[in-house]
């Protein structure tokens, strides 16, 4: 993989007009440069009056001492070019950004920061880093950008150092807020990894927060708690077809079993005898394998996160609202003004759902502590939002059924 890129950039950087147009200027102001014969072929300056043509050899000197100087550094830049894979790939790695889509997004930031500095003055001061690339490509109207844009915010929010910097920028444009919170709404297919990822986003962003800002908040992060409708569990015994299939195939296998078996054993004894005999080569070769897979490791792509048991975005609904709450009081008077809201938020805490175990346990975990940090909230808005919860008829069966629940797993 790494030997196809690099040939991938030989072949981009010798192939464009840049390249060849170096070599050429460096070989038409190296032949002037060599021969002197600016005044024609046999003449000599001394033959004859020289008049006006007295400073015409060092005018032609520095001309082409200057042009010789721009083709060599443009020569310098494309075998560069070439090698620009390697800081490339260590910031892949320093960014944590993973997959095919992190490494893509790396490229676009170098062809981001390439671009603006071509742009400007050459010694007019650029604040170009990948906070404000992510901005900007969020900002995009493309949603493939908006892809790369909100991947890269996620990333920098897993580390502290750029956490806090992408934060406070984000908390000062009103414009990318509004972009972020518009991507919680996108329910069409092709947009469900953006809002996945905005989601995320979303939810260290609540932490302060204010829903004053951008109106409707609430009602949008509210209609996360409406994704996806579980799923009905089939009746295996209702799959006949398949079932006589898997019996019929057991009693084919059955019978060619026993002709394996003398087959197997002749073979496990002649994999005996190889094997003996590839131990000294396999120590011999143990040390070049080992540097070229951590080689192989670190310049190569890290694999694509899996996502995780929270990553459900009814629960990361909740996730925004809990934070919200507690960010300040006019978010709570929001989150009371939003009518539904709050039975949503209810009723993933039922515990005799049709999700699977690991999704009804992550769901009734987010609605227990987002409804314990809404009781918690002290003031007129802690007692409107505690009568709203407790005036919930289901509330204490769905609690009577969590408490009954973890009885059971006890005993």
Known sequence: MIVNEVYALVVVSIGNLQFPA?????????????????????????????????????????????VLGQGILYIVACILQIFSFIPRRSLVHLGGFRGQLGVESVDLYYEYAFSKFMAGDVLAPKKINLITFAVDFLNSDSSKN????????HSLLQKEQTKTRLLSKLSRSTKTMTRLIKMLDWTNPSDAKIRLLAAKVTVEVA???????????????????????????????????????????????????????????????????R??????????????????????????????????????????????????????????????????LIPKIIGFSRSDTTNTDTK?????????KALHKLTNIEGVIGIELRHSISIHPFLLGNLAGILGDSRSSQE
């Open 22 to 66: 170096a070599v050429l200027r460096v070989e038409l102001s190296l032949l002037r440069l060599i021969f002197h014969n600016y005044y024609g072929d046999g003449v000599h300056p001394g033959n004859k009056t020289l008049g006006d043509e007295t400073n015409l050899t060092p005018s032609l000197i520095i001309f082409y001492g200057t």
């Open 275 to 340: 094997t003996t005999e590839q131990v000294g080569t396999a120590k011999e070769n143990s040390w070049t394998v080992i540097i070229r897979e951590r080689i192989l490791a670190y310049w190569s792509a890290p694999k694509e996160e899996p996502l995780m048991d929270h990553d459900i975005l009814p629960a990361l609904g909740m996730s925004i609202i809990h934070n919200l709450a507690g960010s300040s009081e006019d978010n709570c008077q929001e989150i009371i003004k939003q009518k539904g």
């Open 146 to 153: 908006q892809l790369y844009g909100i991947r890269i915010m």
């Open 360 to 368: 009804r346990n992550v769901l009734v975990k987010s609605s227990l």
């Open 207 to 273: 932490k302060n927060y204010r829903v004053v800002m951008i109106p409707g908040t609430v009602q949008v992060v509210s209609g996360l708690l409406d994704y996806g409708p579980p799923k009905k569990l089939q009746n295996p015994l209702l799959d006949t077809d398949v079932e006589q299939e898997e019996i019929h195939g057991l009693v084919s296998s059955a019978d060619s079993n026993e002709v394996e078996t003398h087959d197997v054993v002749h073979d496990l004894l002649d994999t005996q005898t």
